[in-house]
């Protein structure tokens, strides 16, 4: 059985729900609401003495919440913002029966996506990333000609894969490299490419990589910065 009600704390509005629990617990959710779940006979007193010693934690987290709202879900839907080597492009849904792959319009800013009826946000999203896949493999050449004269080292082979890393590096010296690299700058790749081949020499972060990382690419860390921010 649960109880709940809306109450009034120091100004601030507290979702209440009694449970048959044993504990007091108290979180914020995304949207800044305060849900307090209590066990079914605890008195009000304890409750209010509960939040209050808390309100500061309280107005601080809703505080940075409302600073950084959460992003909404992506759905691949028509109308999305999506981008392709850092530029924005205007998502399309389209049916597959002429097109069996994505493509895009650069002079409308437009990516059309060929799509199955009743399609999943995962098959969707799948389709997206086989064009990031695409644009990965045409452009690998110019990226490694250009970042292995730099560095002076070659790696065995370069694959293109989606994965939770920008990139890694073994040590038979096979690289790997995020196939959503294809959504940012290409400066962005460039990073990542040098960042992997540096570990051909030294493999490892320490001052000899960071060194090399300097050497061969010295504005390095406003790039990463650039790479991790969320599009």
């Known amino acids: ?3 709940r009600e809306e109450i009034q704390i120091e100004g601030i509005s507290i979702i209440l729900e009694r449970k048959n629990i044993k504990h007091l617990y108290l979180r914020i959710k995304p949207d800044g609401t305060v849900k ?3 066990p079914m006979r605890l ?3 304890a409750i209010n003495d509960f939040v209050s010693s808390r309100l500061d934690w309280i107005r601080d987290t809703q505080s940075k919440m409302l600073e950084n709202p959460p992003k909404p879900k992506i759905k691949y839907k028509d109308g999305e913002t999506h981008y392709i080597w850092g530029k924005p492009y205007t998502l399309q849904l389209i049916g597959n029966e002429n097109a069996k792959r994505a493509f895009y319009d650069t002079k409308e800013s ?3 996506l060929p ?3 009743r399609s ?3 098959q ?3 389709i997206l990333f086989e064009l990031y896949r695409a644009e990965m493999n045409k452009g690998l050449s110019y990226f490694l000609d250009k970042c292995t004269y730099f560095v002076g080292v070659e790696p065995k082979e370069v694959k293109i894969r989606n994965m939770k890393n920008w990139g890694n590096c073994r040590k038979d010296k096979r690289i790997t490299l995020n196939l959503k690299l294809a959504k940012k700058p290409p400066i962005c790749t460039e990073y990542v490419l040098i960042h992997e081949l540096c570990h051909l020499i030294e493999f490892n972060h320490g001052p000899k990589f960071k ?3 300097d050497s061969f690419c010295p504005n390095w860390r406003e790039i990463k910065k650039l790479l991790n921010e969320e599009q």
């Open 115 to 117: 799509v199955p009826k």
């Open 211 to 213: 060194a090399l990382m």
């Open 120 to 122: 999943t946000i995962k």
């Open 43 to 45: 008195s009000d007193e």
């Open 124 to 126: 969707r999203e799948k």
């Open 110 to 112: 437009i990516i059309y």
């Open 1 to 3: 059985m649960v109880v």
């Open 36 to 38: 307090v779940s209590s």
